[in-house]
């Protein structure tokens, strides 16, 4: 009986400690939700303060650009297309890199390849076989042959709207060091951190386009939405070129990719603008384009996100080729990364702050390893062709 009254004396002494102890745990719980919601509206705060910055950093570069064609007395127009000499490189990259398409008129002239002619091509190399597109009917029905140089010479020199012939051969200069060194240097793509990717993966750069009166490229944009050039060699091309923002009025064909060893998106438009459907794409009526000529030894550097389209007013010799460089590394490193070749990536935590060559580089270094492989098979594949090719011309 005493034990009893004890333990119930105890429990009652107990009781206000308990209470304490229960008022603690309550205010723990209140400022743990006080602390949580801070930290939302924290996050909410450090959300809106990273769009503004983002809005202000486009205005910024926007209202930077007006500053800059003030400063050079320059005027982006779809009227024109602005032909230069003597451009200095820190105006280029100002005011055209990225940003418009310039035809530069005093560099080509200046290269051994200027001088190619098809008696050279059909003396030298008339036995070797490149790819050649041809066409009969309407630009979808585009067939990809090897032919030698000497067959696709006899064609070259006629065409009519809907049967042409075009030369485009990615690896015939590049695998030629003799032809390669005929290009000269662009100072305009001295910076070019393709440079830095691995032999497996880099883009080959310096195609050869050779087209019949009436070829013509698909409309699109380019590759990994690099920075393109143009180099005529012979001939004259002529230019349709959308600025970026309309993708609608171009019918854009979504989700489609390159097949790339190291992938990325295409974007091509199945609209042919130089024989428009208008009953089946109404709304290309809308959209603002530049068009312009390019004749030989101009080279068009064409700007990423413009969307265009090359037509060869007569027999037309050119080079295409391509740079990454400070203006576009982000733009190229955002279509590498969204077209799923990574299937986890872990970068380091200060990445954005690296200077744009080491983004590249660390970038590059964590590939994996099937991408640089199949990159590998790809390469080999094309070569040993190019071998039996060329034992075969010295045999024939």
Same mark, same amino acid.
């Given at each position: ?33 006080t602390r949580h919601f801070i930290w ?11 769009? +503004? &910055? $983002?809005?202000?950093? !486009? ?8 500053? *800059?064609?003030?400063?050079?007395? @320059? ?88 049967? +042409? &012939? $075009?030369?485009?051969? !990615? ?8 032809? *390669?060194?005929?290009?000269?240097? @662009? ?49 004259t091309k002529r230019w349709k070129m ?107 935590i200060d990445y954005a702050s690296l ?42």
């Open positions: 009986m005493g034990t009893s009254h004890r333990n119930k004396r105890e429990k009652r002494k107990a009781s206000p400690e308990k209470k304490i102890r229960g008022n603690q745990d309550e205010k723990k719980v209140r400022n743990m939700e939302i509206g924290f996050l909410v705060i450090a959300a809106v303060i990273v769009m +503004w &910055t $983002y809005c202000v950093a !486009e205005n910024d570069q926007s209202r930077n650009l007006d500053e *800059l064609l003030k400063y050079y007395n @320059v005027t982006h127009s779809l009227s024109k297309i602005d032909r230069r000499s003597k451009l200095s490189l820190q105006e280029y990259m100002d005011v055209y890199d990225a940003k418009f398409p310039v035809l530069i008129t005093d560099v080509v002239p200046l290269w051994p390849a200027f001088n190619w002619t098809k008696d050279f091509f059909l003396k030298n190399y008339g036995g070797v076989k490149v790819t050649v597109k041809t066409v009969e009917g309407d630009l979808s029905k585009a067939e990809s042959l090897a032919l030698p140089i000497s067959m696709f010479i006899q064609k070259s020199h006629s065409g009519s709207f809907q049967t +042409w &012939t $075009y030369l485009e051969d !990615e690896m015939f200069i590049t695998q030629r060091p003799e032809l *390669l060194n005929d290009i000269g240097k @662009v100072a305009y793509l001295e910076e070019d951190y393709f440079e830095l990717f691995p032999a497996e993966i880099k883009p080959w750069n310096a195609m050869l386009l050779w087209g019949s009166v009436y070829s013509r490229s698909p409309l699109h944009i380019d590759p990994y939405n690099w920075t393109g050039t143009n180099a005529v060699l012979m001939g959308y600025p970026p923002g309309q993708d609608d009025y171009l019918y854009v064909i979504n989700d489609q990719k390159s097949g790339f060893p190291l992938d990325c998106y295409k974007y091509n438009s199945p609209i042919d603008a130089y024989d428009v459907n208008l009953d089946k794409y109404p709304k290309f009526q809308k959209t603002k384009w530049l068009e312009f000529d390019q004749y030989a030894g101009e080279l068009l550097l064409i700007p990423t996100g413009w969307f265009h389209q090359a037509f060869n007013v007569e027999e037309t010799m050119a080079i295409s080729s391509q740079v990454m460089n400070t203006n576009n590394y982000k733009i190229v490193l955002e279509e590498i990364l969204k077209a799923g070749n990574f299937d986890d990536i872990n970068l380091p200077l744009p060559e080491k983004q590249v580089e660390t970038l590059m270094s964590v590939l994996p390893g099937k991408i640089l492989e199949k990159g590998r098979q790809v390469t080999e594949s094309v070569l040993n062709q190019l071998k039996y090719d060329e034992l075969y011309q010295q045999q024939g």
